[in-house]
C-alpha cells in the first residue's frame, strides 16, 4: 500500500531542529523539526506559497535560515550543523555528499556545455581526471537513466524537457550522494514522462539506497515516491505520518481539504 | 507441538471515529472498544454487513487509518509492536518483514512489468534478482496468470487478472502476518479455489490472519473464527 518501503536504517542522516525562516517580517517556515535516516524517501506537501521551497532551501544548505539547526551525518566531518561549517567545507561536503534536481532542468545544468559534460562534471569537481574513465562513467549513467547516448555530445538546449531531466538526475546521482532533494522533479514533464521518470527514481532510490526529500503539490507523486510525508500551511508543519495514512485518513482539516480536492481519473 | 504459541496479533480497545473537519466537524464513529487477539495458523474472518467498520478495523491495524483510541500490536522480530504509536520507520518495517496486506484493488504503478511488480517485495528484502523471478514467475503459473502477460503492465488487464496479481504480489512474501480484505472479489470459481489453497498453505506455515470474505464458499474453506464486527458499532 505504500509507495516505497526501502530499507531504511536506524541512525538519522539528518537533525533539523526549530527551522525557522523569515524574509523581513514575512514568514517562511516556522519551527520546523524532522530527521531523516538513509534509504527513505521524505514528502514534502502543500499548496503554492506554504513554505515547503523555503524548507528545502534552507536545509540544501542554499538559504540560511533566521533560526533553528541543520545537522548532517558529513563523510568527511561526522555529524554537523552545515551552517557551523566554514563556506568552502559546506560546498564541498554539498558536492559531495549531496544532490538537488531542479523542477526546471535550466536551474540545474549548464546549458553551454554538452549532456555528457554536464554528468561528467561532479566527477572532475571532484578530482576526476582520467578522461576515459570519466567518459564511460558518464555513458553508464545515461544508459541507466535511459537516455539515448548517441546524442551525449549535444547541447540541453537541443534536448527535449524529460531529456534535460534525464540529464540532470544522471548529474545528481554520479557521484554517489547519500541524500538528494528534489523540487517538484516531474513537475514540468507532460504525463507519459513523467510516469517513467517517477519509475526510473523508484527504482534509483531504492537501488542506491538513497535518501531523498521531495518537495511536489502532485499527491500522486507523493503516493508514488514517498515513504513519510510532511503536511505544510502558511509555513507550519501541521501534518506528519506515513505516506498511505496521511492519504487515507487525514487528521488536520487543511490536509482533508487537500486530499479530497484531488480530481479522479 | 504441544506448546502454547503467543498470538501475533494482539487488538484491544480499539475505537475509530472519523471528524471531517470540512463538513462541520461531522463526527462518524465507527467502532469502539474492540479487542481481538489471532494466533498462528488461525484466520479470523469479520463478518457483518456492508458499512459495519471491517475494513476501516483492517486498515487501522495495518496502520493505514489512525484509530482513535487502543492498541495494535504485532509481533515482529520476537517483540510485539503497537501499530498506532510507532513511529513511521517502525511501521515500514513491521510492513516490509511482517505484516502483509491485500486490498482488492491493485495499486498500479505506470509501466512496471507484472513479473517486476511480483518480485519487488523480495527485491526490497534481499532476495536475489533470480531467485526472485523464479519465485515469481512459479508463483504466476501457480495463479494461471497467461504467460503471455507477464512481461506488461497489468494497468490494462481485467479485473480478475490485475485480483490475482495483487495476490501474487502479496504471497510471495509469506508474511508471518497477513490481512486479507476480500482478495477473492473478482474471482471466478476456479480461482478462488486457487487462492483458498494459497490461503491454506500459508495458515499451515503458521501464518495468522484476519480477513474480510463476502464469498461464503471462501470463508467456510478457511475461517477459523467468525468475528462480529457489528458487536462493536456505536450507536450513530
Known sequence: MN???????????LKVDGLTKWYGHILGCRDVSFDM?????LGIVGESGSGKTTLLNCVSGK???????IQFETSRFGM?????????DRRRMQREDWGFVHQNPRDGLRMRVSGGANVAEPMMSLGGRHYGKMRQATIDWLERVEFDTGRI????????????????VARNLIHGPKLVFMDEPTGGLDVSVQARLLDLLRELVRDLRLAVMIVTHDMAVARLMADRLMVMKSGQVV?????????DDPQHPYTQILVSSVLQI | MSEIHPPLIIVEGLAKTFVLHNADSAQIPVFKGLSLEVGPGECIVLAGASGVGKSSLMRSIYGNYLPTAGSVRVLHDGAYVDITTADPHQVLEVRRRTLGYVSQFLRVIPRISTLQLVMEPLLENGVAVEEARERAERLLSDLKLPQAHWDLPPATFSG???????????????YPVMLLDEPTASLDAENRAIVVQLIRQALARGAAMIGIFHDEDVRDA??????PVADFRVAA
Open chain 1, 239 to 247: 501534518e506528519t505520518g506515513l505516506t498511505d495514512q496521511v492519504l
Open chain 1, 153 to 168: 555530445d549535444d547541447r540541453p538546449a537541443n534536448f527535449s524537457g524529460g531529456m534535460q531531466q534525464r540529464i540532470q
Open chain 1, 37 to 41: 535516516r538513509a534509504g527513505e524517501v
Open chain 2, 222 to 227: 478457511v475461517a477459523t473464527t467468525l468475528f
Open chain 2, 160 to 174: 480478475g487478472e490485475q485480483q490475482r496479481v495483487n495476490i501474487a504480489r502479496s504471497f510471495i512474501r509469506e
Open chain 1, 63 to 69: 538559504l540560511p535560515p533566521s533560526a533553528g539547526s
Open chain 1, 3 to 13: 509507495a516505497l518501503s526501502s530499507r531504511i536504517e536506524s541512525t538519522p542522516l
Open chain 1, 80 to 88: 554537523s550543523d552545515i551552517y557551523a561549517m566554514s563556506e568552502p
